[in-house]
């Protein structure tokens, strides 16, 4: 079965910090996985996934399948980055691209 | 632009009656789905479709039913609302995992 786990719900960090948001993985196959991105009063939208190994506002995340983790990272926290993060796990085959989400995470950066 | 919209923004009901909740996209998705969304449990899949009058059930389906008539349109429906329905609920809809959402549709159950 598929799961995703994020340990924190709850994320603090000061303005210029750095800040990673946890995030594991059980799947058997070869997975898919994404971070989405909730801010105030806005829909949630697609943040990054691994297969394109971009940078998007400042952030990256790298698939570590030994670890079975995918932790989502910037070096220097900006208030404009408090919101809720979900990280989420695609399969293969038939799926549909049905995804798997974890339980987020509320990051608050404080000026 | 992708746009993903919901009939509802806010909706109060009653325990008992019967609830609708529509979305309508517009990018022409095959696949389309229905999750809840609640503190300290993400995003929960209630049903998904991925072709006109097809469907599958999520991780959670007890309790709702859903319908796809046309590709652009995929309904949530409570047959008898409870209070542990209350919820928010959200709607996407995508071709290869990435999903484009709606804004949501805050349920409350009375």
């Known amino acids: 079965a598929q799961r995703v786990t994020q340990p924190e719900k709850l994320l603090s960090v000061f303005k210029g910090a750095p800040v990673e948001l946890k995030c594991n993985y059980s799947y058997s196959g070869s997975p898919e996985l994404f971070w989405y991105v909730q801010y105030s009063r806005q829909r949630l939208q697609l943040l990054l996934r691994h297969i394109s190994r971009e940078s998007i506002k400042g952030f990256t995340a790298d698939l570590n399948k030994g670890e079975t983790s995918f932790h989502l990272k910037k070096p220097f926290a900006q208030e404009e980055d408090s919101a809720m993060y979900y990280c989420?796990?695609?399969?293969?085959?038939?799926?549909?691209?049905?995804?798997?989400f974890g339980q987020g995470t509320i990051l608050t950066v404080h000026p | 632009d992708v746009k993903v919209t919901q009939s509802s923004r806010y909706l109060v009901k009653r325990t008992g009656e019967k609830v609708f909740l529509e979305c309508v996209q517009d990018m022409d998705h095959e696949n389309m789905f229905w999750y809840r969304q609640d503190p300290g449990l993400g995003l929960r899949l209630i049903y998904f479709s991925y072709d006109v009058k097809m469907k599958e059930k999520g991780d959670i389906p007890e309790g709702y039913s859903v319908s796809r008539e046309k590709k652009e349109r995929f309904s949530l429906i409570l047959e008898s609302a409870s209070t542990n329905q209350t919820s928010m609920y959200l709607c996407?809809?995508?071709?290869?995992?990435?999903?484009?959402f709606g804004p949501g549709t805050r349920l409350t159950v009375t």
């Open positions: 989420a796990l695609g399969g293969g085959g038939t799926s549909y691209g049905k995804l798997t």
């Open positions: 996407g809809s995508g071709g290869s995992y990435e999903q484009y």
